[in-house]
């Protein structure tokens, strides 16, 4: 039988009763398996320069608060002294945050961020040094509120990916999804290297080593030029905060914000309770995993529905499981138990969080995209204070068992925002977004 020339051509032979046909031709790509979400996210060009910089720059987010506590406790003896400085600066931080936001959409992330974090690296440096050599009380807030001109990092990364898939919403939902697992991998991570540094060395490791990644973390970042969107220097959009659709989803994060400053001072003041003080940063941390592996997941699914139509069910699956750790703790009284429960409650975080901040990127007006970010970062820093102290109140006056009533009511209340406020609205105050859902 004559033999094929080509390796393309197919063999034919016959075996008994059966025709056998047998391709010798190469495989082709189309071939192999599909690549998954992320790999396919980090495949487009640049993206995993400016990811790996910006890493590095949002891990000593995590680390500041810790770091300052623990470095002005330690030299003066007063956690009061210290909670008053880290607030000020919280307080600066919700001021000073949109004013850099709106310089960064107006003339560029390098032009903007690198000269905004040099400022704040400075602050951070002369508070170092105002502890290190014992001066006055003033001088610390003084030092801690210049710290607020440290741009919304975060919020710069969303900003690239959202101008990097601009038409692509599915991809777009994995970006903001790794980016709220990364949110989640940073602030798990950097309170618990600020306290190793700041114990093993001396106080001021933590702050000396936060300014340094935070500096060389931006240059990285700022240099990947190629990936940076461009710059609108004269908007006509109006201002995020009165477009529509923005005031309701900024009532979300508020309430959002609550459910995580209120579970932090509550675990922290059970585990203090049961004689577990030193166990308390790890209970918290498993809250963290929790979120981070909910949020990679949740990435790598195509949700069903418009991220309008999602988020009050992301906000009642928060509500319910946040009953976990009142009744871990109500019940059981077991930290081990508690810690557990805090672990599953948060896999609700991270894909409420992922839809909150796909909305603010689709209601926030073209040009200043930066800006709305920030606006939703600063009400979950608003929320992180309220809910601190009402968290601190119940604790104080009822009992930390209680106090995780406290989270739960929190989530409630965004999901009755939530419900009340957001649906009204449309899809999008941005003409460039896909109105797809996603």
Same mark, same amino acid.
């Given at each position: 039988?004559?033999?094929?020339?080509?390796?393309?051509?197919?063999?034919?032979?016959?075996?008994?009763?059966?025709?056998?046909?047998?391709?010798?031709?190469?495989?082709?790509?189309?071939?192999?398996?599909?690549?998954?979400?992320?790999?396919?996210?980090?495949?487009?060009?640049?993206?995993?320069?400016?990811?790996?910089?910006?890493?590095?720059?949002?891990?000593?987010?995590?680390?500041?608060?810790?770091?300052?506590?623990?470095?002005?406790?330690?030299?003066?003896?007063?956690?009061?002294?210290?909670?008053?400085?880290?607030?000020?600066?919280?307080?600066?931080?919700?001021?000073?945050?949109?004013?850099?936001?709106?310089?960064?959409?107006?003339?560029?992330?390098?032009?903007?961020?690198?000269?905004?974090?040099?400022?704040?690296?400075?602050?951070?440096?002369?508070?170092?040094?105002?502890?290190?050599?014992?001066?006055?009380?003033?001088?610390?807030?003084?030092?801690?509120?210049?710290?607020?001109?440290?741009?919304?990092?975060?919020?710069?990364?969303?900003?690239?990916?959202?101008?990097?898939?601009?038409?692509?919403?599915?991809?777009?939902?994995?970006?903001?999804?790794?980016?709220?697992?990364?949110?989640?991998?940073?602030?798990?991570?950097? /309170? &618990? !290297? %600020? $306290?190793? =540094?700041?114990? @093993?060395?001396?106080?001021? +490791?933590? *702050?000396?080593?936060?300014?340094?990644? #935070?500096?060389?973390?931006?240059?990285?970042?700022?240099?990947?030029?190629?990936?940076?969107?461009?710059?609108?220097?004269?908007?006509?959009?109006?201002?995020?905060?009165?477009?529509?659709?923005?005031?309701?989803?900024?009532?979300?994060?508020?309430?959002?914000?609550?459910?995580?400053?209120?579970?932090?001072?509550?675990?922290?003041?059970?585990?203090?309770?049961?004689?577990?003080?030193?166990?308390?940063?790890?209970?918290?941390?498993?809250?963290?995993?929790?979120?981070?592996?909910?949020?990679?997941?949740?990435?790598?699914?195509?949700?069903?529905?418009?991220?309008?139509?999602?988020?009050?069910?992301?906000?009642?699956?928060?509500?319910?499981?946040?009953?976990?750790?009142?009744?871990?703790?109500?019940?059981?009284?077991?930290? /081990? &138990? !508690? %810690? $557990?429960? =805090?672990?599953? @409650?948060?896999?609700?975080? +991270?894909? *409420?969080?992922?839809?909150?901040?796909? #909305?603010?990127?689709?209601?926030?007006?073209?040009?200043?995209?930066?800006?709305?970010?920030?606006?939703?970062?600063?009400?979950?820093?608003?929320?992180?204070?309220?809910?601190?102290?009402?968290?601190?109140?119940?604790?104080?006056?009822?009992?930390?068992?209680?106090?995780?009533?406290?989270?739960?009511?929190?989530?409630?209340?965004?999901?009755?925002?939530?419900?009340?406020?957001?649906?009204?609205?449309?899809?999008?105050?941005?003409?460039?977004?896909?109105?797809?859902?996603?």
């Amino acid at each position: 039988m004559p033999q094929p020339t080509s390796r393309d051509t197919p063999l034919f032979t016959v075996t008994a009763d059966t025709l056998v046909v047998v391709d010798f031709a190469p495989r082709t790509p189309g071939r192999r398996r599909a690549k998954g979400p992320y790999r396919r996210l980090f495949a487009l060009p640049g993206a995993r320069a400016f990811t790996a910089g910006n890493l590095i720059a949002r891990l000593p987010m995590g680390m500041f608060g810790v770091s300052a506590v623990i470095m002005i406790a330690g030299t003066r003896g007063s956690y009061a002294l210290a909670g008053a400085v880290t607030a000020t600066g919280l307080a600066a931080t919700a001021v000073v945050a949109p004013w850099t936001a709106r310089l960064v959409d107006r003339y560029g992330q390098a032009r903007t961020a690198l000269p905004a974090t040099v400022f704040a690296v400075l602050g951070s440096l002369a508070l170092l040094l105002c502890v290190r050599h014992d001066a006055p009380d003033w001088a610390l807030f003084a030092c801690y509120a210049a710290t607020a001109t440290t741009p919304n990092t975060g919020g710069m990364s969303r900003a690239r990916w959202a101008h990097l898939l601009k038409g692509s919403p599915g991809a777009l939902h994995t970006a903001n999804s790794f980016e709220q697992a990364a949110d989640e991998l940073c602030f798990m991570l950097g /309170p &618990v !290297l %600020a $306290a190793f =540094l700041c114990t @093993a060395f001396f106080p001021e +490791a933590g *702050t000396l080593a936060g300014a340094v990644l #935070l500096l060389t973390g931006v240059l990285l970042f700022t240099a990947q030029r190629s990936t940076e969107p461009p710059v609108v220097r004269r908007s006509t959009a109006r201002a995020p905060l009165r477009a529509p659709g923005m005031r309701p989803l900024l009532l979300v994060c508020l309430a959002t914000g609550a459910v995580f400053g209120s579970m932090e001072v509550v675990t922290l003041a059970f585990a203090d309770e049961r004689g577990h003080r030193a166990a308390s940063g790890a209970v918290l941390a498993l809250q963290a995993a929790g979120s981070c592996a909910a949020g990679l997941l949740y990435g790598a699914t195509r949700p069903a529905g418009s991220a309008r139509a999602r988020l009050p069910w992301c906000l009642a699956a928060m509500t319910a499981l946040m009953t976990l750790p009142l009744l871990a703790a109500g019940l059981t009284g077991s930290l /081990p &138990v !508690l %810690a $557990a429960a =805090l672990l599953v @409650a948060g896999m609700a975080t +991270a894909p *409420t969080m992922v839809t909150t901040m796909t #909305l603010v990127q689709r209601y926030t007006p073209e040009g200043r995209l930066n800006e709305g970010m920030t606006l939703a970062v600063t009400g979950l820093l608003a929320g992180i204070a309220c809910g601190s102290a009402a968290g601190g109140w119940t604790v104080e006056h009822v009992s930390a068992t209680a106090g995780y009533g406290v989270p739960v009511a929190a989530a409630a209340a965004a999901l009755l925002a939530a419900v009340c406020a957001l649906v009204p609205f449309g899809p999008s105050n941005r003409s460039t977004d896909s109105r797809a859902p996603h």
